[in-house]
């Protein structure tokens, strides 16, 4: 942005100046080349100092006024004070003035010294004219060169010191990113861990407190079924301390990336595991439980891949458990056209009231999962008056290599 008031250097530059010349004036150090007396040097060198007042203000008008200066200055009596302060209104008009000045201010100052020369030339008829064109040059092209010289590293330096912070302000919205995704995919970890299992302890509490004295078999088993889920959950919640601890509870840590007993992460293989204390769990609630694995063997799964289609398989159990009428849930895998398919049906009847409470975050979590894996995921009822829920979760196989 443009000065509008003079800087302080600059007052200190002219008053320099001036002091200088005034000097040389005193001591009569001037090149006389008119019967004039040397005093008249003097308004050159008031119109000059001046110029340097402006010089940052005010490039333009510094610059027509030192000209006018040096050139009754040439006439009135040459004084070097006035002839170096010109270089200086020169040189500050190309370091601190628009850039469309600074870069017409070139051609200009080449203009300038061929014509001097020429016309010197022109007058004397000597080759001694050329001095005139060299001395132009000194005073107008190289304070330019000079002062656009300072004015590129000057830019440059800002453009770096630009691109410093830009890259420093990416990195910090990166960093911020990193940490809300790991927060993210910590807190889908942590709700698939811990709802399956509280969500068994809540609605097995609750038959233990309604069964009648006189039933002590119904109470042992809600009873075994609490202290499994609770067994199952401090498991689990180890499990994840310790990865945060070892590894920083990243993605890679999460799918099994990590070397030793804490990284170990839920399989595919360990589906009937869980749906046996599923059914343990659902058995007083009248639900029952199958796995339909239609996959071939022997492939391999990609590790996010299968932690993903483990804990969708899981969160839609525990809904199962909360919210399901009684009858059978079938939990399907299939693969095809590059893809793994997870397809969790169970009896649906709206208005239930739930068995357990819910945040109603596990749908949200299962979602998120899909995404994160460029997959597909619909929850809702099968058909129209089906009377099933299903949960259908299309999840890309890729490389495994690269998906792991």
Known sequence: MARTRPHRHDFAIAAAGLVGGLALWAFDIINEQTGLPTSWTLLPLGAMTAAEVMRRAAPRTALGIGFAALIADQFLGSNVATIVMFTDVVYAATLYGPIKLARRLAPASVIVTVVATVVTLGVVRSPKGLIVGVFAGLVTLTPWWTGWVVRSHRDAAAAERLRAEQIALLAEMDRRAAVEQERARMARELHDVVANHLSAIAIHSTAAMSVAAGDPDATARALGVIRESSVQGLAEMRRLIGLLRTSGGGEAAFAGDTDGPAAAVPRL?????????????????????????????????????????????????????????????????????????????????????????????????????????????????????????????????GDPEETA
Request: glycine share 12%; aromatic share 4%.
């Open 269 to 397: 293989d360990a589906l009937d595991g869980l749906l046996a204390r599923a059914s343990r769990s659902g058995a007083d609630s009248g639900l029952r439980f199958s796995l339909d694995d239609r996959r071939p063997n022997g492939r391999p799964l990609p590790a996010p891949v299968e932690l993903a289609a483990y804990r969708i398989v899981q969160e839609s159990l525990t809904n199962c458990l909360k919210h399901a009428a009684p009858g059978q849930v079938t939990v399907r895998l299939t693969e095809g056209g590059g893809d793994l398919v997870v397809v969790v049906e169970s009896p649906y009847a709206p208005g239930p009231v739930p068995r357990a409470p819910g945040a109603g975050a596990g749908l949200a979590g299962m979602r998120e999962r899909v995404t994160l894996l460029r997959g597909a995921f619909e929850a809702g009822p099968a058909r129209l008056d089906s009377g099933a829920w299903q949960v259908h979760a299309r999840l890309p196989l």
